[in-house]
């Protein structure tokens, strides 16, 4: 539905409305979310928990949660402010300080004054919003808070602990609510909450917000995507539940009890080279192999922990790879050794020097390595023995195209290989 001045521009022609105001009254328009939004940018009526606004790029969702929680704040609604972004430099750049972030969608007498040491933002009627991302979920375990906006809830790093934390931490005032900003990904966060009975859904696409984007990013970039699967979720903003070319299906998924008895269990390993907000996560996934003959992933434990070149970081990847190793009685880790080199196995025998260790080295792509693995899970032959939502999504989206390192597929694909050797791929010494 347009807005109302959408309307009287069709009526009259945007140059005769615009030719009407003052060069302050135009200014003032900005501020005016009411008249220049449209009617999907505004919050439903209702009694709902959660606002999910689900939609392609473009669309103006970022405006529009800036605009709930300044509408919420200068109502006296909410005193009490979660921002959860992906990483601080998303929170930062694009809920607060962007174009259409906290700050600038704000008339001065209600801008509130951010201090980013403290990730702290404070209302003049004394509101407070503290930040919190995606790559620090325990951050969330203590704060209490009567209203949450949550921006590209589909890309956070860990979305399920996240997420949970932050409802746990919903729990101030009589009507506690929350508005989730972000373009679609069949991940179980939001398949959850679309099937939520107290989510009210907003959809929408690039093209209901054409008129304030540049015609070129029409003309060169959503043409290009028009009609494929990614062009249907980045712009159209659907919900796609299996990715095309990826090797696995949510259906291959088969949550059970391991058996009593195991013949090996092995703790695969992927480990990041870098430790900062851009860095990779270090896969660790613990498998095993039933007497049965079939595989069960016994546990994922990846993490963005302290990197490999830091021998010194104990309570880092190797320690919480050792410790996967005791726990579940692992005979054998098997870590990949392409960047690291020596120092995997010099930071792993730091930590324990009788831990039986492997070294692979990957010869070939990711989906060739792959392959084998996502065939026992076709064929019905591999089990997780609890639902692990952050590696099946990443089982589930990665494909050989999509430019991301899959750290969790990868460890998974490590452990697996050890139990079902397959020709090929890797060398091991």
Same mark, same amino acid.
């Given at each position: 539905?347009?807005?109302?001045?959408? *309307?009287?521009?069709?009526?009259?022609?945007?140059?005769?409305?615009?030719?009407?105001?003052?060069?302050?009254? =135009?200014? =003032?328009?900005?501020?005016?979310?009411?008249?220049? $939004? =449209?009617?999907?940018?505004?919050?439903?009526?209702?009694?709902?928990?959660?606002?999910?606004?689900?939609?392609?790029?473009?669309?103006?969702?970022?405006?529009?949660?800036?605009?709930?929680?300044?509408? *919420?704040?200068?109502?006296?609604?909410?005193?009490?402010?979660?921002?959860?972004?992906?990483?601080?430099?998303?929170?930062?750049?694009?809920?607060?300080?962007?174009?259409?972030?906290?700050?600038?969608?704000?008339? $001065?007498?209600?801008?509130?004054?951010?201090?980013?040491?403290?990730?702290?933002?404070?209302?003049?009627?004394?509101?407070?919003?503290?930040?919190?991302?995606?790559?620090?979920?325990?951050?969330?375990?203590?704060?209490?808070?009567?209203?949450?906006?949550?921006?590209?809830?589909?890309?956070?790093?860990?979305?399920?602990?996240?997420?949970?934390?932050?409802?746990?931490?919903?729990?101030?005032?009589? =009507?506690?609510?929350?508005?989730?900003?972000?373009?679609?990904?069949?991940?179980?966060?939001?398949?959850?909450?679309?099937?939520?009975?107290?989510?009210?859904?907003?959809?929408?696409?690039?093209?209901?917000?054409?008129?304030?984007?540049?015609?070129?990013?029409?003309?060169?970039?959503?043409?290009?995507?028009?009609?494929?699967?990614?062009?249907?979720?980045?712009?159209?903003?659907?919900?796609?539940?299996?990715?095309?070319?990826?090797?696995?299906?949510?259906?291959?998924?088969?949550?059970?009890?391991?058996?009593?008895?195991?013949?090996?269990?092995?703790?695969?390993?992927?480990?990041?080279?870098?430790?900062?907000?851009?860095?990779?996560?270090?896969?660790?996934?613990?498998?095993?192999?039933?007497?049965?003959?079939?595989?069960?992933?016994?546990?994922?434990?990846?993490?963005?922990?302290?990197?490999?070149?830091?021998?010194?970081?104990?309570?880092?990847? $190797?320690?919480? $790879?050792?410790?996967?190793?005791?726990?579940?009685?692992?005979?054998?880790?098997?870590?990949?050794?392409?960047?690291?080199?020596?120092?995997?196995?010099?930071?792993?025998?730091?930590?324990?020097?009788?831990?039986?260790?492997?070294?692979?080295?990957?010869? *070939?792509?990711?989906?060739?390595?792959?392959?084998?693995?996502?065939?026992?899970?076709?064929?019905?032959?591999?089990?997780?023995?609890? %639902?692990?939502?952050?590696?099946?999504?990443?089982?589930?989206?990665?494909?050989?195209?999509?430019? %991301?390192?899959?750290?969790?597929?990868?460890?998974?694909?490590?452990?697996?290989?050890?139990?079902?050797?397959?020709?090929?791929?890797?060398?091991?010494?």
């Amino acid at each position: 539905m347009p807005s109302i001045l959408e *309307k009287a521009v069709a009526a009259s022609g945007k140059d005769a409305v615009f030719a009407a105001l003052s060069q302050e009254e =135009r200014e =003032r328009l900005f501020y005016c979310w009411g008249a220049i $939004a =449209r009617e999907a940018q505004l919050a439903p009526p209702g009694d709902w928990l959660t606002w999910l606004l689900l939609s392609g790029r473009g669309f103006g969702k970022t405006r529009a949660g800036a605009e709930w929680v300044r509408e *919420k704040v200068s109502s006296g609604q909410a005193k009490r402010i979660a921002l959860v972004g992906k990483t601080p430099a998303d929170v930062r750049d694009v809920m607060i300080e962007g174009t259409s972030g906290i700050l600038s969608v704000s008339p $001065a007498n209600e801008r509130p004054r951010y201090e980013p040491s403290k990730r702290k933002l404070t209302w003049p009627n004394g509101a407070v919003g503290l930040a919190f991302t995606s790559y620090e979920p325990d951050q969330l375990r203590g704060p209490q808070f009567d209203l949450a906006w949550t921006d590209e809830l589909a890309a956070f790093e860990y979305s399920i602990p996240t997420w949970d934390n932050l409802q746990l931490a919903l729990r101030l005032g009589s =009507r506690p609510q929350q508005v989730v900003t972000t373009t679609p990904r069949p991940i179980k966060v939001i398949r959850d909450l679309l099937a939520n009975p107290s989510t009210t859904v907003t959809r929408g696409s690039s093209y209901d917000n054409r008129a304030n984007l540049a015609p070129a990013f029409f003309s060169q970039i959503v043409s290009r995507y028009e009609g494929t699967r990614l062009g249907r979720q980045e712009i159209m903003g659907e919900v796609l539940d299996d990715v095309e070319g990826a090797l696995w299906v949510r259906a291959m998924f088969d949550v059970r009890r391991p058996p009593s008895e195991l013949v090996r269990v092995v703790v695969g390993v992927d480990p990041a080279m870098s430790a900062n907000e851009d860095s990779n996560e270090t896969g660790i996934v613990v498998a095993g192999k039933g007497v049965d003959g079939r595989g069960y992933v016994l546990s994922d434990r990846s993490a963005r922990l302290p990197p490999v070149a830091d021998q010194y970081a104990l309570q880092g990847w $190797a320690n919480r $790879a050792v410790a996967a190793y005791h726990q579940l009685n692992a005979d054998r880790i098997v870590a990949e050794v392409n960047q690291g080199g020596d120092l995997v196995q010099s930071v792993l025998r730091r930590v324990d020097p009788n831990a039986a260790v492997k070294l692979v080295r990957a010869t *070939k792509g990711k989906m060739i390595r792959a392959e084998p693995i996502a065939a026992l899970y076709e064929q019905g032959r591999i089990t997780h023995c609890e %639902e692990f939502a952050e590696l099946e999504d990443q089982l589930c989206n990665w494909t050989a195209d999509s430019g %991301e390192s899959p750290d969790r597929l990868d460890a998974l694909v490590w452990a697996l290989t050890e139990l079902f050797p397959t020709k090929g791929g890797l060398r091991v010494w």
